[in-house]
C-alpha cells in the first residue's frame, strides 16, 4: 500500500461523499514513515501533504470535509475514559490483548475508538505522530479548518465528552481507592481527610462549574489547581502503598488495582489539561488532542509492556524474600565458608539417601502416575528435610543470591560506574566461592554415602536391583551420548520456580496476615495455649515459604518425567547432587567393572550438570530480579567484564575465602 501516490489517496477522498473511515486508514498508510526514517524521527510524507493542500483547493476543501463528516458527532467519553486502560484481573487483561493482536477489538461505529483503532491500528502510531514538528502540525490543522469555527466553548460535544470523561474517571478512581485491599497498604489514610476524598469533592466542583459556565476554563483557575494538586498527593499515597509492600505484603490482585489507579490519575490529570488548555490557539490544542487519542489508543494491544508494568512490584516484593536469604548463603570469612561446607556435606548425605530410594522406588510395578507420586514424594521429603536441618543443596542458592547482586546493583547506581562494578565483581567472586564450596560438600558426601547404601543394599537384599538399573544410571550421565546437558537446564528452570514460590508464599503470608490469624484461630484458642500459637505462627511465618517451595521443587523434579512420556517427548532432570548418588550407585551395581571413558564421562557430565544448574537458574532469577528494580540488562555486559578483571587479578578469591583467619568481607559491599 505504499506505493500507492499521496496525490492518488486525496482525489479519492476529494470525491467521496461518505464517511467511511477506510479512506482514512489509506491515508494514515501513505503518510506512515518507514521504519528507517522512524529511527531517524523523521516524517517526510507530512511536508508532502501540506504542500499539496496549500496549492489544491479542491484536494483541502475535499479532505476537510470529510473529516468533517467522519468525526461529526462521535462519543469520545469512552475513549477518554475507557481507550488503553485495563479492564480487570491481570490474567483477563492478557487474555484480551493476545486476543486483539489476533482480531482487533471494534467499537461501535458512533464512538470516537472506532476510528482510531481502524486507521492507527499499528502500536508505533503514536511515536510517529509525536515526531511531526509543531509548526507542521499547526498549519495541517489551519487548512483543515481547525480553529475557524466560533461556537460558545461549553457548547462544545467534545469538551462535554472530555468533562462526563472526568467525572466517570474521578468515580472509578475513588471506588479502588476504598477497596479493603488497597486501604490495607495504607490503613494511616482510612478516613475523611483521604486525597482520594478530598479529589473526588473538588473534582465535581470544578467539573460543574466549567459545565454551567461559572467557572473559568483558564490554567490558572484556582480550583483547577487545587484538583491538581490532589492528583499528584494521590500518586504519592499509591508510591507510599508501594513502600509498604516490604510490610504489609502485595498481591497481583492488589498491584493491579494500584497501577489502575495510577494510569486513570494520569488519564484525568491529561483530561483536564485538555479541558482547561494552556493555549489559547485551538489549532494546537487539536494537534495536542489528536496526539493523546492516538497514543492512548494504540496502547490497548501492547502486550510486552503491560506484564512487565503490572509484575514488576510484585516481583520485587518476591525477589527481595529470596534476596534477604540469599544473603545468608554468601560467605564472607573463612568461618563462614567451613560452615557452609559442613551444612553441604549433610545435604549430599540425605540427597545420597534419596537416590537410593529413588532407585528402588523404581522397581515397584505401577502406573506413571504411581511413579511420578512416589519420585515426587521422594524428591520432596529430600528437599523438606534439607531445608528443616539448615543443611545445603548447592543449586537452590542461586535464585536467592541473584536477588542480592541485583539489589547491590541499583543501591550502587549512585556511585561511579568503576567503583560500582569493583563491588560487585566482589560480590561475585563470594557468590561463586559459595557456590563452589556447597557442589564440592553435596558431590563428596553424595558420592560415598550412596555407595556404602549400595554395598548394603546388596549384602541385605541382594544384587539384582543395581545391577539392572547400573548401564541406564551410568549412561544418563554421558553429555556426549545422552540428554543430561538439556535435562539438567530443565532443572535450572525448576529451581528457579522454587525461588519463586519461596518468595510468592512468604509474601502472600505477609499481606493476608496467615500468622496472626494461626494465632488468633478461634478453634486453637481452644485446644492450644496462647504460648503454642505463638509458636506454631511464627514457625509458619519463618518456614512455610521454604517448605512449601521445597515440597514443589521436588514435585516438579519427580514429575517431568511421567509428563514427558505422556506428551512424548524426553524430558527429565538432572541435577548435580542426585548425579553424583547416581553415579555411586551405577558403579556399586556394574561391581566396579566399568571402563575409563565411563568413569571420565561420568564426572564430565557431573560437572556439566553442576554448570548448566547454576548459570540457568541464576541467570533466570538475576534477569527477573534486575527487572523488578528496573535495573537495565545491558549493565550485565560491565559486570562481567569487572568480573574477569577480578578473576585475572585475584582468582583465588573465586574458589577460597579470605587468606587472614577472622578477616570478614562486605557481603553487599556497602
Not at 507542521?136 to 468533562?163: F, I, K, S
Not at 547491590?408 to 568503576?418: I, N, P, T
Not at 559486570?639 to 585475572?648: C, D, E, I, K, T
Request: aromatic share 8%.
Amino acid at each position: 500500500m505504499r506505493s500507492v501516490p499521496l496525490r492518488a489517496v486525496l482525489e479519492s477522498i476529494a470525491g467521496y461523499d461518505g464517511d467511511d473511515v477506510d479512506l482514512l486508514a489509506a491515508l494514515v498508510r501513505v503518510l506512515r514513515p518507514t521504519r528507517a526514517q522512524r529511527a531517524r524521527g523523521e516524517v517526510p510524507a507530512i511536508a508532502a501533504l501540506i504542500n499539496l493542500l496549500r496549492h489544491q483547493d479542491d484536494l483541502r476543501d475535499g479532505l476537510a470535509a470529510y473529516l468533517r463528516r467522519l468525526l461529526h458527532a462521535k462519543n469520545m467519553t469512552r475513549t477518554f475514559a475507557d481507550a488503553g486502560m485495563p479492564s480487570g484481573s491481570f490474567w483477563h487483561e492478557l487474555r484480551e490483548r493476545l486476543t486483539y493482536k489476533l482480531l482487533p477489538y471494534q467499537p461501535g461505529e458512533d464512538s470516537m475508538d472506532h476510528v482510531l483503532i481502524n486507521a492507527f491500528y499499528q502500536e508505533g502510531d503514536a511515536d510517529w505522530m509525536d515526531d511531526v514538528p509543531m509548526d507542521q502540525a499547526m498549519e495541517l490543522a489551519g487548512l483543515l479548518g481547525v480553529g475557524h469555527d466560533t461556537a460558545p466553548r461549553q457548547e462544545d460535544p467534545v469538551l462535554n465528552d472530555a468533562l462526563f470523561a472526568a467525572k466517570v474517571l474521578g468515580l472509578r478512581i475513588a471506588g479502588h481507592a476504598f477497596d479493603a485491599e488497597v486501604l490495607r497498604m495504607v490503613p494511616e489514610h482510612a478516613h475523611f481527610e483521604s486525597p482520594f476524598v478530598l479529589l473526588e469533592d473538588r473534582l465535581d466542583g470544578y467539573l460543574d462549574g466549567v459545565r454551567l459556565g461559572t467557572v473559568s476554563r483558564s490554567a490558572d483557575e484556582p480550583l483547577l489547581r487545587e484538583t491538581l494538586e490532589l492528583v499528584s498527593r494521590c500518586h504519592a499515597l499509591i508510591a507510599e502503598a508501594y513502600a509498604n509492600a516490604a510490610e504489609f505484603g502485595i498481591t497481583f490482585r492488589v498491584n493491579q488495582q494500584l497501577l489502575l489507579m495510577e494510569r486513570m490519575l494520569q488519564r484525568l490529570e491529561r483530561v483536564l489539561l485538555f479541558v482547561a488548555p494552556r493555549d489559547a490557539d485551538r489549532r494546537r490544542e487539536a494537534v495536542d488532542l489528536t496526539r493523546e487519542l492516538v497514543r492512548i489508543s494504540s496502547g490497548r494491544n501492547h502486550v510486552g509492556a503491560f506484564i512487565e508494568r503490572s509484575t514488576q512490584a510484585v516481583a520485587l516484593e518476591v525477589t527481595q524474600h529470596t534476596g534477604r536469604k540469599g544473603e545468608h548463603y554468601i560467605t564472607s570469612s573463612r568461618s563462614e565458608y567451613q560452615a557452609l561446607l559442613v551444612s553441604a556435606l549433610g545435604g549430599g548425605a540425605i540427597v545420597a539417601v534419596a537416590c537410593m530410594l529413588k532407585a528402588w522406588y523404581g522397581s515397584f510395578q505401577g502406573s506413571l502416575f504411581f511413579h511420578a507420586v512416589l519420585y515426587s514424594m521422594n524428591y520432596a521429603m529430600a528437599f523438606i528435610a534439607i531445608y528443616l536441618l539448615h543443611l545445603t543443596l548447592a543449586t537452590k542458592q542461586p535464585a536467592m543470591t541473584a536477588a542480592t547482586i541485583a539489589s547491590a546493583l541499583d543501591a550502587g547506581r549512585k556511585e561511579g560506574a568503576s567503583q560500582r562494578y569493583e563491588v560487585l565483581a566482589g560480590l561475585i567472586a563470594r557468590v561463586w566461592r559459595s557456590q563452589f564450596i556447597a557442589f564440592v560438600g553435596n558431590v563428596f558426601m553424595a558420592f560415598p554415602v550412596a555407595v556404602l547404601l549400595g554395598l548394603a543394599w546388596n549384602l541385605s537384599v541382594g544384587h539384582e536391583l543395581l545391577a539392572h538399573k547400573s548401564d541406564a544410571l551410568l549412561q544418563e550421565l554421558d553429555p556426549l551420548t545422552s540428554l543430561a546437558i538439556p535435562h539438567a537446564a530443565i532443572a535450572g528452570v525448576f529451581l528457579f520456580l522454587s525461588g519463586l514460590i519461596a518468595g510468592s508464599v512468604t509474601n502472600a503470608s505477609i499481606h493476608r496476615h496467615v500468622p496472626l490469624r494461626i494465632r488468633e484461630h478461634p478453634l486453637l484458642k481452644i485446644t492450644l495455649s496462647e504460648r503454642w500459637r505463638t509458636r506454631i505462627a511464627r514457625w509458619y511465618e519463618q518456614h512455610a515459604g521454604g517448605v512449601i517451595s521445597n515440597f514443589w521443587f521436588g514435585v516438579f523434579m519427580g514429575s517431568v518425567g511421567a509428563v514427558g512420556a505422556f506428551l512424548g517427548l524426553s524430558l527429565d532432570i538432572r541435577h548435580i547432587t542426585f548425579a553424583a548418588g547416581n553415579m555411586a550407585l551405577g558403579l556399586v551395581g556394574a561391581d566396579w567393572q566399568v571402563t575409563a571413558y565411563t568413569v571420565f564421562a561420568s564426572i564430565l557430565g557431573i560437572g556439566l550438570i553442576g554448570l548448566f544448574n547454576f548459570t540457568i537458574s541464576f541467570g533466570l532469577s538475576l534477569t527477573l530480579a534486575m527487572r523488578s528494580r528496573g535495573v537495565p540488562v545491558a549493565e550485565i555486559l560491565p559486570m562481567l567484564n569487572a568480573v574477569r578483571s577480578r578473576f585475572q587479578d585475584d582468582p583465588r578469591s573465586f574458589f577460597l575465602p579470605p587468606a587472614t583467619p577472622g578477616r570478614t568481607e562486605p557481603v553487599t559491599g556497602e
